[in-house]
């Protein structure tokens, strides 16, 4: 129902600022939890942050909560990630993910989620 597609991505050195972002289309975008996940090489897939229908955010931690800042922009079926202070352990494949059911699962549950983007690379060079 729901596709994904993320962009943004790229080369950047260490310090820099990415901003990330997604478009969706199909299903109702305001009424899905929206989130970014990522995994860095040789990881598994991980939680950063999420935005649920009401605007409310969950990140990951509180080093991730100052450098990074997820945001929605409903009529543009958009959900963005703002990443400054970049560091090379940021370097990963960043997804974007929807929620159509919210509520089952912690925000961070990567099974709370019913749709992904194919991701978006993301390089931090030191």
């Known amino acids: 129902q729901v596709h994904l597609v993320e962009s943004g991505g790229g080369l950047v050195q260490a310090g820099d600022s990415l901003a990330l972002s997604c478009a969706a289309s199909g299903g109702t975008f305001s009424t899905y939890t929206m989130a970014w996940f990522r995994q860095a090489p040789g990881k598994g897939r991980e939680f950063v942050a999420a935005?649920?229908?009401?605007?409310?955010?969950?990140y990951d931690s509180d080093s991730l909560k100052v450098r990074f800042a997820i945001s929605r922009d409903n009529p543009k079926n958009t959900v963005s990630l703002q990443m400054t202070s970049l560091k090379p352990e940021d370097t990963a494949v960043y997804y974007c993910a929807a929620d159509e059911h919210g509520g089952r699962y912690y925000r961070w549950a990567k099974e709370a989620y019913d749709y992904w983007g194919q991701g978006a690379q993301v390089t931090v060079s030191s």
């Open positions: 935005i649920d229908t009401s605007g409310g955010v969950t």
